[in-house]
């Protein structure tokens, strides 16, 4: 598959991201997590050479791009060692779903600002009683008889990047009667925007023991009162729109964990070529260099399942997207946490400093381990959907 190997549009994109990348760093994504403030200026600068939307269309302010092209800013932002968490949220996530699912009047809205920087929207699906169960999801719409308005109740929590989005895609169902009576059935979920600053809207901040300048948010939804209009797409569309923006999330997650495993790793590289302690750099020591070694071939063969998935996504394959997304991101994940435990092992004490920025990425390496779904639930995927062994559950 020609997708697997950068065309010259793709190698000159990365070149220019990792270009400002590399004006901000490592030391200035610390910096704004210690000020307990948001990446603003490099988020600003980005928008500003189109990086933002480079997957939206462009009749909408957007780079005409896909997943493919996002991913890659992202992953070199990341190997910069400053990755933008909101980019998997707003232009991958909400603005996919949008573009794809949205009316024109909500793409009129709402994919220029995303495009350009100067709107953010953030992600609500996760509950605290439905984990990693999404067909137990709560969170209910009902319709105003009288006014066809719709009325959201529910809770949602871990959503990132409430306090500076204009509004949240939630993730919610319509309520049946046989909801009343307590037969769920299947999930049909539903999209609404609900704007942050809605009646009876109210999030509270999550203590996160993680270094990391997104904050994360539970949700309270009492009666939100929202307009008709505010429904994205079919509220009888079901799954299709769903994961029309999880299998992006899924494959931004890879990239973000890619991006983070390749700069931990060139730490550790640059370290194993220039610490000595006996005649040669400890580089020289197959116990040092095989392990790095083995990190470098993970992250590689994550990212080519990364660009798998991503150019079955562009290409309008779903099912095809929605296997590989979940092995990139499995893949990814792994790969990463391994290559941040190895790079700050090669660094010993040193890897433990500020100075080198390593240890910081223990916890956040995990991530991508535990959201969007945890690696079980991804095997579980494979397990039932490709091998098409029984499920337990």
Known sequence: MTAMIDSEEHKALRTAVASLGKRYGRDYLAAVTRENRHPTELWADAAKLGYLGVNLPEAYGGGGGGIAELSIVLEELGAAGCPLLMLIVSPAICGTVIARFGTDTQKQDWLPGIADGTRTMAFGITEPDAGSNSHRITTTARRDPDTGDWLLTGRKVFISGVDIADA????????????????????????????????????????????????QFELTLDDVRLPADALVGDEDAGLLQLFAGLNPERVMTAAFAIGIGRYALDTAV???????????????????????????????????????????????DDVGAGEAANMAKYAAGEACVKAVDQAVHTLGGNGLTREFGLASLITVARVARIAPVSREMILNYVSHQTLGLPKSY
């Open 270 to 316: 640059r370290y194993a070529k220039e610490r000595t302690v006996w005649k040669e750099p400890i580089g020289a020591h197959q116990a040092v260099a095989h392990p790095l070694a083995q990190a470098h071939i993970d992250l590689e063969l994550a990212r080519l399942m990364m660009r798998k998935a991503a150019a079955l996504y562009d290409a309008g």
């Open 168 to 215: 949240v895609l939630v993730v919610g169902r319509t309520e049946t009667v046989s909801d009343k009576e307590g037969r769920t059935g299947g999930l049909k979920p539903c999209l609404f925007i609900v704007p942050r600053d809605a009646e009876g809207f109210t999030r509270r901040r999550i203590d996160m023991d993680i270094e990391s300048p997104e904050k």
